[in-house]
């Protein structure tokens, strides 16, 4: 019976004919996620917990590189401590799930299940800052956050999901700018460097911004539909939840001051984009860095005297140089296998059957091209590494050339409109800064702002929405 | 300020004088832990959370080379499902926390915060096995749970706790009641080899097991002050929630089969039992392995020209041999630095001033004994591992030495009331199997049943309550 489902593995939905289908097929066949009973809700499995496993390990390095603890704070929010901060509450109460019963009893106040922690941080902040010699406070947070959301998608919006949350203190506004950046630099290099996803980064407009926030700093995909992920998010706060949580600390010069404030998160919305920016018709597409499995061995006729021996043997030798290797001994067909395994995203396939074993070879197949290599069992770490590598380098390539072809320059509203209509991406203009004009640019053209780039380009003098002189260089786009 | 808060670090209560005192002086004073303005919710502090990540990444290794699967599932479980299984329900129903609105909408079904996931493992698993091909499903969630208990103590009962929580099927009994053996002894190991507590090994009475189950299996501790704690426990289910849960797979006989069920945890109570079984009246004393700083380097006379050059070369000399070590430059004095990490557990102190250094010597002071010793800089690295290692040893024989001291054998129900009253500890007696002499015991001489221990001993033919046969050999004791 399970043999059945499994021989349907690849059976999903043509990306071209319908992305949306295609990303929810993926997500359920390569068995990275499946339905609770509760709406919007969803369950990680094994494989999809896997690689957020890997994020976690390769961010939390970077985080403690850069002097930042682990904390766990309450899921718990009393609403008087949730309303502390009229922007924050504004932004998050419509969607807070509430406690109003413990056992049998009905509470006196409601607590909300964190949809984000900054009213917490803040509330023991108050608590356990006192003086300049406890600033800087770097502390980051591993948990899940619910939001009672209308729609949802997998990873893409969960009212579940998991996430970090980082929530730093300074004593002085630059300094807690100055991290505000360091941290979107992290997720940047997140991006590119393991998650092979180029990113653009900005700054959010104020329409934009996280509720409360002074400034929003934006890391910006751009997936193979050529619609818009934000990938990951750093906040600087200046000294606004510190004075409505009246948080202070004595200075040097021993006066009483507000500290600084910064928050920075990434979720697992960040698995959405690595699946529609690799994804292929095949499946999966993983980048080896995050990959739980950077290569499956498939013996091939393996019932035949010493396949499975020589096979185990590769295995030990890939273990050893510290690849992340699985051997498929199944009684499942190598063409199932090979399915199975595209499916998940495997970077690499390594093929040894009898007549490799006299040939002292092995076949090395891609997962991003699908091209397949005879290659010597001498030296076979190093082959691996290397084609481990090329294809890291090959999948950010690939998607970089995406990014660069469909973003492009336009002068005016109606530009915008037909060429987004016709072509998606992004579109780059000047931009007076005023909301009304990207109100307009969302009613009409039907998209968003998606940050002002810090790199800015000069492409005119004016707004390309009302014609009065420009500030900023903006990209817009259709966002997940 | 800040400083002076500090110099009183190491005022705590004498452990001799309120054990429970001290007990929350060491979990405020060592920063382990905050209360929030949640009644009987704690925030984990970064020492102590720190402590906690050692223990998962331990935990967590050898769960995988067992062959477990990490998930997450979600955090709420709608009421209709926590009621499928009638035992399960009753347990935990009474000290569950409601969410009763999302958003502004009343909900049509409630939802509790899980205070434990068996109904949500089941709702999936029927999901994802069909067929015999499907099992063993060894799965294992990281998370945080939620039990409104009307009373709180740092770590040993909060209303919210980190834990993790094992949950697998199996095709066959055997199968699954060795799972249940395999984890139980993960737990012993871990307790033993780790963290320096000697554990009892032993199966739950039916009054003392989980909601549920068929059989609970646990380790239990012996805390400083004579005291038990329930350190980890192993659940064998049986089918039967699998048959509440209707789920089913095809044999290899074709038929439809009901799969047979474990659950496991150990949570941050864990923190606890290493407090309460290695502090001293000096603060925390952390063992060795899972110390999240193993050595901090205090510079003597630090101003003096080379001295702190001279530290941080031995700073970067530990590093490279792989110890957890710290190097304190602040300016605070070294009397209050010793304080400070003797408080915070470190296991060895490293001091080192321009003596030492004109010498080519360092002092290495012990946690556990205060023993200091000169020792040469040549071969540093073994010394220092060689000191780790006695000390988590040292640790492990005092608290077997105080296990053992305080476990006796008693004939009657008299004896175990005065001796109890005179010393604590563990009293052992043969038990004839029934409630009722289960609850006289605790009604009489305040003693609840620890375990019906794996190794049992042959103390007598009668029961120490009524005098009928007896069946078992039993450990009482008063428990945390």
Excluded at 61 to 78: C, D
Excluded at 123 to 137: C, G, N
Excluded at 291 to 296: G, H, R
């Amino acid at each position: 019976m399970a043999q059945d489902k499994r021989k349907q593995v690849s059976q999903i939905t043509d990306m071209e004919a319908d992305f949306a289908q295609w990303f929810t097929d993926v997500c359920l066949k390569a068995e990275l996620i499946d339905y609770s009973s509760l709406k919007g809700v969803f369950i990680y499995r094994p494989y999809g917990y896997a690689i957020w496993e890997n994020f976690q390990k390769i961010l939390d390095g970077m985080f403690k590189a850069t002097g930042h603890e682990n904390v766990y704070l309450p899921m718990l929010i009393p609403e008087s401590l949730l309303q502390k901060e009229k922007d924050h509450v504004e932004g998050f109460a419509p969607e807070c799930a509430w406690v109003t019963y413990g056992g049998s009893e009905e509470l006196e106040e409601r607590y909300c299940i964190r949809p984000t922690s900054e009213t917490l941080f803040c509330e023991h902040y108050a608590h356990i800052i006192q003086s300049h010699r406890d600033l800087p406070k770097l502390y980051n947070q591993w948990c899940s956050v619910l939001r009672w959301e209308k729609t949802s998608r997998p990873f893409l919006r969960h009212r579940e999901f998991l996430w970090q949350e980082g929530h730093t203190m300074h004593a002085t506004a630059q300094e807690a700018q100055e991290e505000t950046e360091r941290m979107f630099n992290i997720y940047a290099d997140f991006c590119e460097n393991y998650l092979a996803m180029p990113v653009v980064k900005g700054r959010k407009t104020d329409k934009e911004k996280f509720s409360g926030a002074e400034a929003t700093y934006t890391v910006e995909c751009m997936m193979h539909d050529k619609k818009a992920l934000q990938a990951g998010t750093s906040h600087y706060f200046g000294d606004g939840f510190a004075r409505a949580f009246n948080i202070t600390f004595a200075g040097k010069d021993n006066q009483l001051h507000h500290p600084f404030q910064t928050s920075w998160g990434v979720s697992t919305r960040l698995i959405g984009g690595l699946i529609m920016t690799h994804g292929d018709n095949n499946g999966l597409v993983l980048p080896p860095k995050v990959a739980p499995i950077q290569v499956v061995i498939i013996p091939v006729a393996q019932h035949k005297p010493g396949v499975l021996e020589a096979n185990r043997a590769l295995l030990e030798r890939l273990q050893k140089a510290g690849v992340r290797v699985k051997l498929d001994e199944s009684d499942n067909t190598p063409g199932w296998k090979f399915a199975e395994y595209e499916m998940k995203g495997v970077p690499l396939r390594l093929e040894l059957g009898p007549k490799d074993m006299e040939q002292n070879q092995c076949v090395l197949a891609r997962r991003d091209s699908g091209e397949k290599t005879v290659v010597s069992l001498d030296g076979l770490e190093d082959t691996v590494a290397q084609m481990l590598e090329d294809i890291q380098k090959g999948l950010y390539q690939r998607a970089k050339a995406n990014l660069e072809e469909n973003t492009y320059p336009c002068a005016t509203l109606e530009e915008v409109k037909e060429r987004m209509a016709q072509r998606g991406g992004f579109a780059k203009t000047m931009w007076c800064g005023d909301l009304a004009c990207e109100m307009r640019m969302k009613e009409e053209a039907g998209v968003s702002s998606r940050c002002i780039p810090l790199e800015q380009e000069h492409l005119g003098d004016v707004c390309a929405c009302c014609g009065k002189p420009a500030k900023h260089m903006v990209y817009w786009g259709v966002a997940y």
